[in-house]
């Protein structure tokens, strides 16, 4: 079964997360791993040329996930073959003052691909029915317009949120971004041995922080947020795949696997050239030479 067809969140039933598995079902080499995704980051070089090249889609990828969950290395894993011209990274933090100052799709609107493109999104909008259902207090210092104190908030605040993220991604498609939308679906046991590590080895002491460690009390709500969210979002055409991630080369090569078979279905190809282009370049090619 491919890839993409055996991690997607269909859409037409609810999932619970701690039933899809957070590693691999058997033990797979890891050096068997690393050839299929150097053949998959070379089909991703060979699509995104034909992407860029037919200027009529582009391609948008959003990674979620529970911190130590991989997003980063697996972004520069994934995508280290494809030429940095048509491929950019943005990585969503807290907003800043001039952010609040707008509507929370204001700048996630700003980072969409241009046609031909692709973005990949460290974190993204649904940071936004995430995070703000863990401390619902966030969305009191995000100047909106009825919500002064946690009791403002309810549970139908959210199901307009997930209506409002749900149409501002099929206007997206309706415009030809191809969303693909991966959650790292990654075990509380393997996080903690992530932390243990960050901490033990010198090199990776630069990666911890507390913070991330205070937020892991907060695990249970997570999983919950992240399952509402998934479960309210995942469509057809926009839909959410959760990738395990337990073991980072596995989970790399089933993102880049995936990417590849929503690329390919677009039946990209290259600019057909006219006959009366291809006289005008045959001149062209006559006055280079001549000149030489």
Known sequence: MKAEKQFRVSGKEKIKLNEWATAPKKAIAKGDIKKEIAKDIKVLKENQEMLYAQDRRSVLILFQAMDAAGKDSMIEHVMSGVNPQGCSVTSFKSPTSRELDHDYLWRIHREVPSRGDIKIFNRSHYEDVLITRVHPEILVGNHLPDIWDVKDIDEAFYQKRYKQIKHYEDYLADQGVVILKFFLHLSKEEQKKRFIRRIEIPEKNWKFSEAD???????????????????????????????????KWYSRHLVSEIINERIEELNLSYPEVTDERRVELQSILKVLEKND
């Open 213 to 247: 460690v205070k937020e892991r009390q907060y695990w249970d709500q997570y999983q919950a947020a992240y399952e509402q969210a998934i479960n309210a979002t995942s469509t057809k055409i926009n839909t959410w795949y959760v990738i395990p991630a337990d073991d």
